[in-house]
C-alpha cells in the first residue's frame, strides 16, 4: 500500500517554462512534506519543505503548494532551466522526523531546450 | 571530506559471498539510515540508528545486517544475496528531530 503517491513516472517541458510536479498522500498523520532531486550515478538532495500550518513555501525558482483537505502536493519550478532535468521525490512525515520519511517512486523531468 | 561518503560505490558480487557496504558522515548528525532503491519502486528504509541504537528495522532479511559502531560510521554487511537484492543502496544521515536527509552518492550492487 503506498502511502506517498507520484503518478507521473515522467514529465517533458520547455525550457522556460513552468515545471509541475504532483505528489499524495493517504495517511492524515503526515505533516511535514519535501522534496528531493536526484541526479544519476548521486544520491537524492533535499530541495524544499513544506509544514502542514503552511499551504505554500517559496525558494527561488521552488514554490511548494500544499493542500491538506485533497492530500496533494505539488512542486513548481519557475522558469525551468536544462540543469532541473533530474528525477524528483516527494516525502512525507509524521511529525517532522527524518525516521518517519516515506518516499514516492519519483518523477523523471526532462527540460527540453 | 564533506557530507555523507559511501563505499564502495559499484560492489558486485555472488550469491556465496560475504561484503559489506561503508558509510561515513562528516556533518555531525547524530541518526543514520540504509535506504534501497530498486527500480521503478519507491526508496524503501530499511534500517535506522539512533544515537548509535537501531530504532527501526523494515522486516529486512537476515542477510542484510546492519552494524553502527559511532555516530559517524554506519555498516551494511551482506552475506548469501539473491539477484534481486541488486540495486542502489543509500546511505543518510540527519539530526534526529529534523526532517531533512542528507544523502550519500550510494553503492550499486549487483548479486550474480
Known amino acids: 500500500d503506498q502511502q506517498v503517491k507520484q503518478n507521473s513516472p515522467s514529465l517533458s517541458v520547455q525550457e522556460g517554462r513552468i515545471s509541475i510536479l504532483n505528489c499524495d498522500y493517504t495517511?492524515?498523520?503526515?505533516?511535514?512534506f519535501l522534496w528531493y532531486k536526484k541526479y544519476p550515478a548521486e544520491g537524492p538532495t533535499f530541495l524544499i519543505s513544506?509544514?502542514?500550518?503552511?499551504d505554500k513555501n517559496e525558494d527561488g525558482r521552488f514554490t511548494v503548494f500544499l493542500n491538506k483537505s485533497a492530500k496533494h502536493l505539488s512542486l513548481h519550478i519557475v522558469p525551468s532551466q536544462p540543469g532541473d532535468s533530474a528525477v524528483y521525490f516527494c516525502?512525507?512525515?509524521?511529525?517532522?522526523?527524518?525516521?518517519?520519511?516515506?518516499f514516492g517512486k519519483g518523477t523523471h523531468l526532462i527540460i527540453q531546450p | 571530506e564533506t557530507g555523507v561518503t559511501q563505499t564502495p560505490r559499484h560492489l558486485v558480487m555472488g550469491m556465496t559471498n560475504k561484503k559489506s557496504l561503508k558509510c561515513e558522515q562528516h556533518l555531525g548528525h547524530n541518526a543514520m539510515y540504509w535506504y534501497k532503491q530498486s527500480a521503478k519502486k519507491p526508496l524503501e528504509l530499511m534500517f535506522v540508528y539512533s544515537l548509535e541504537e537501531r530504532v527501526e528495522n523494515n522486516s529486512v532479511p537476515s542477510r542484510f545486517s546492519p552494524e553502527c559502531p559511532n555516530s559517524s560510521h554506519l555498516f551494511l554487511h551482506l552475506h548469501t544475496l539473491q539477484p534481486e537484492d541488486s540495486a542502489l543502496y543509500l546511505c543518510?544521515?540527519?539530526?534526529?528531530?529534523?526532517?531533512?536527509?542528507?544523502f550519500g552518492e550510494g553503492s550499486r550492487l549487483t548479486v550474480l
Open positions: 516525502a512525507a512525515s509524521p511529525g517532522g522526523g527524518a525516521d518517519g520519511l516515506t
Open positions: 513544506i509544514s502542514s500550518i503552511k
Open positions: 543518510a544521515s540527519s539530526q534526529i528531530t529534523v526532517g531533512e536527509l542528507f
Open positions: 495517511n492524515s498523520m503526515f505533516d511535514y
